[in-house]
């Protein structure tokens, strides 16, 4: 069981047994709420680092734990997770951080939730700071540290010259029709892949592409959030 999940099934339980008590005995219910919430936390923190190994994949380290950090440190950890968007961490971090957003999921979930709900301007100005794929940003060696990985790990720096033809070609034409760059999840996509997809997104009208565009952002988002999980851990 993940332990934001673990909390949420105590918190639930012992308020019921609370106000179940609290009909028959106001006072002791309360101190038996208050010593059962101290017992829990007592075991939970003995086992916590025995818990930690088993969700890598989920908990965000403890050296950079959002919940821990204050507005400047959240920035200097998790500015960066939106391309050259830090507003859409700081505004996560402005709505509240809870235990819940130490979990890698969570806080993609609450940073996305931002995204999705910031007006169009913004949300085309956030598609807008992704380069190219197999670009001339790519070329020369002018991407973040996340996209040269990510593009990396989908072939694009190891195209032919006719891929890398496509490439330009479908880049130019997607950028005359919708007025902002192709963005793609790439994990898990080979570089054929990447263009068939290309070609099909190309036939959608703009609507759709820009919330295509935002869907896809939001799981990079998520992939490099669980990378620093993994790498941090
Ligand atoms: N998908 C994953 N990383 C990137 C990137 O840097 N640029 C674009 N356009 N799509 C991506």
Redesign the pocket.
């Given at each position: 069981m993940r332990k934001p999940l673990l909390f949420d099934f105590l918190d639930a339980f012992f308020n019921a047994a609370n106000v179940f008590a609290g009909v028959n005995n106001h006072f002791f219910s309360i101190t038996a709420l208050f010593r059962v919430h101290l017992s829990i936390f007592i075991v939970y923190n003995k086992n916590d680092n025995k818990i930690q190994k088993e969700h890598t994949l989920l908990l965000i380290s403890n050296a950079a734990r959002p919940s821990s950090l204050d507005l400047e440190d959240f920035l200097t950890h998790y500015g960066d997770i939106f391309?050259h968007s830090p507003w859409v961490a700081e505004t996560a971090w402005k709505q509240g951080l809870t235990t819940q957003h130490d979990d890698a999921d969570v806080l993609a979930d609450s940073m996305g939730a931002v995204l999705r709900n910031a007006e169009i301007d913004e949300q085309i100005a956030v598609i807008r700071a992704?380069?190219?794929?197999a670009g001339k940003a790519a070329l020369a060696g002018e991407?973040?540290q996340?996209?040269t990985r990510?593009?990396a790990g989908a072939g694009l720096d190891q195209c032919t010259a006719a891929e890398f033809e496509r490439f330009q070609r479908l880049n130019q034409a997607y950028q005359d029709k919708f007025g902002f760059?192709?963005?793609?999840?790439?994990k898990g996509l080979d570089r054929h892949a990447i263009l068939d997809a290309f070609e099909k997104r190309l036939e959608n009208d703009a609507v759709t592409e820009r919330q295509t565009a935002i869907n896809?952002i939001i799981q990079?988002a998520r992939f490099r959030l669980h990378m620093r999980a993994e790498t941090a851990a």
């Amino acid at each position: 069981m993940r332990k934001p999940l673990l909390f949420d099934f105590l918190d639930a339980f012992f308020n019921a047994a609370n106000v179940f008590a609290g009909v028959n005995n106001h006072f002791f219910s309360i101190t038996a709420l208050f010593r059962v919430h101290l017992s829990i936390f007592i075991v939970y923190n003995k086992n916590d680092n025995k818990i930690q190994k088993e969700h890598t994949l989920l908990l965000i380290s403890n050296a950079a734990r959002p919940s821990s950090l204050d507005l400047e440190d959240f920035l200097t950890h998790y500015g960066d997770i939106f391309e050259h968007s830090p507003w859409v961490a700081e505004t996560a971090w402005k709505q509240g951080l809870t235990t819940q957003h130490d979990d890698a999921d969570v806080l993609a979930d609450s940073m996305g939730a931002v995204l999705r709900n910031a007006e169009i301007d913004e949300q085309i100005a956030v598609i807008r700071a992704h380069p190219d794929l197999a670009g001339k940003a790519a070329l020369a060696g002018e991407l973040t540290q996340d996209s040269t990985r990510e593009q990396a790990g989908a072939g694009l720096d190891q195209c032919t010259a006719a891929e890398f033809e496509r490439f330009q070609r479908l880049n130019q034409a997607y950028q005359d029709k919708f007025g902002f760059p192709f963005v793609i999840a790439v994990k898990g996509l080979d570089r054929h892949a990447i263009l068939d997809a290309f070609e099909k997104r190309l036939e959608n009208d703009a609507v759709t592409e820009r919330q295509t565009a935002i869907n896809q952002i939001i799981q990079i988002a998520r992939f490099r959030l669980h990378m620093r999980a993994e790498t941090a851990a």
